[in-house]
């Protein structure tokens, strides 16, 4: 049986794809063009639980780059979805 996600795991994974969205320009600017996000704002609210969620939420809504994050980061897609719950329900 598999452990179940910590909020402190789902963090790390949040911002392991935050900056995974940001190292590539043309997805840093699809995540602020969609979301409306300044980077400002993103910068001070980069530990929030509920902007990480979004920030999974963005790339799970992608599904190559949901597939592609997950990889990078060396998980898998559904721990990625796991932890936005998470961090949505924290």
């Given at each position: 049986?598999r452990a179940a996600?910590t909020?402190?795991d789902a963090?790390?994974l949040?911002?392991?794809?935050?900056?995974?969205?940001l190292?590539?320009p043309d997805?840093?600017?699809?995540?602020?063009s969609?979301?409306?996000?300044?980077p400002?704002?993103?910068r001070?609210?980069?530990?929030?639980?509920?902007?990480?969620a979004?920030?999974?939420?963005?790339?799970?809504?992608h599904e190559?780059?949901?597939?592609?994050?997950?990889e990078?980061?060396?998980?898998?897609?559904?721990?990625?979805?796991?932890?936005r719950?998470?961090?949505?329900n924290?």
């Amino acid at each position: 049986m598999r452990a179940a996600v910590t909020n402190e795991d789902a963090m790390t994974l949040a911002l392991g794809a935050l900056g995974w969205v940001l190292s590539e320009p043309d997805r840093a600017q699809r995540l602020l063009s969609l979301t409306g996000l300044e980077p400002a704002t993103l910068r001070a609210q980069a530990g929030d639980a509920g902007m990480l969620a979004a920030i999974l939420g963005f790339v799970e809504a992608h599904e190559p780059d949901l597939v592609a994050c997950a990889e990078s980061l060396g998980t898998n897609p559904a721990a990625l979805v796991a932890a936005r719950h998470r961090l949505e329900n924290s």
